[in-house]
């Protein structure tokens, strides 16, 4: 049964704190994602990886960072730096992130975090 | 800056009714996805439309894209419940690594 996983489901923080989403596909697939998404909003790009021990920053990403040591897995850590955390943070995947490929986005079922 | 903007951002309907969700970026793209999303839940891919006049059907959605106006369009014919959700549409940037831009969303309510 392929898809992404992504835990935990909830995740509560305290302030000062880091903490790190799981994200985690079984489609091969070589691209990978991280949004943020805030009440009533789009999505926003924070980091993506076009492959393994390789990611970029989105527009977003000041707060965040993020590791590709294997091909399925793309953690993103939530540091104390990011002064207004509490979003719901949603993982992707596609097969290529290459100009002038077909490259639709899959996407996680999301993990919310709120900061106490 | 590729800009996606949908309108409107809010849209309560009756049931059988039919209406349309407005979708306009601001640079050249040629890729556009129309994505659903329920509350709390993971977006859903509905559409993916590739070239200028595509044209796609699902049950009661429609999805078009005009590239030349940098527009696209999500109709709903004769709207029911099931349909109440947050639709978004998500335009591929060329420019800046094949990435997505999303729009703000849609949320439809269908009312009985």
């Known amino acids: 049964d392929g898809g992404i996983t992504q835990s935990p489901k909830y995740l509560f923080r305290k302030e000062g704190q880091n903490v790190t989403l799981s994200c985690e596909q079984n489609?091969?697939?070589?691209?990978m994602y991280w949004y943020r998404q805030d009440p009533g909003q789009g999505l926003r790009l924070i980091y993506y990886?076009?492959?393994?021990?390789?990611?970029q920053k989105g527009d977003i990403a000041e707060g965040y960072s993020v590791s590709r040591e294997k091909k399925e897995s793309f953690p993103l850590t939530v540091t104390s730096a990011q002064k207004n955390p509490t979003a719901f943070y949603l993982c992707?995947?596609?097969?290529?992130?290459?100009?002038?490929?077909?490259?639709?986005?899959?996407f996680g079922p999301g993990t919310r975090l709120t900061v106490l | 800056e590729l800009k996606v903007e949908q309108n409107p951002l809010f849209l309560s309907m009756q049931e059988g009714k039919n209406y349309t969700i407005y979708c306009n970026y601001s640079?050249?793209?040629?890729?556009l996805y129309w994505y659903r999303q329920d509350p709390g839940k993971s977006l859903e891919s509905l559409f993916v439309?590739?070239?200028?006049?595509a044209v796609k059907q699902e049950g009661r959605l429609m999805a078009s894209l005009d590239t030349k106006a940098r527009l696209s369009t999500l109709h709903i014919t004769a709207a029911v419940h099931d349909l109440s959700a947050t639709y978004f549409c998500?335009?591929?940037?060329?420019?800046?690594?094949?990435?997505?831009?999303f729009g703000g969303g849609t949320r439809l309510m269908v009312k009985p």
């Open positions: 992707a995947s596609s097969r290529t992130s290459l100009v002038g490929s077909y490259n639709e986005q899959f």
């Open positions: 489609l091969n697939h070589d691209a």
């Open positions: 990886s076009q492959i393994v021990n390789d990611f």
């Open positions: 640079t050249t793209s040629d890729r």
């Open positions: 439309l590739l070239s200028n006049g």
């Open positions: 998500a335009v591929v940037n060329n420019n800046a690594g094949n990435m997505l831009t």
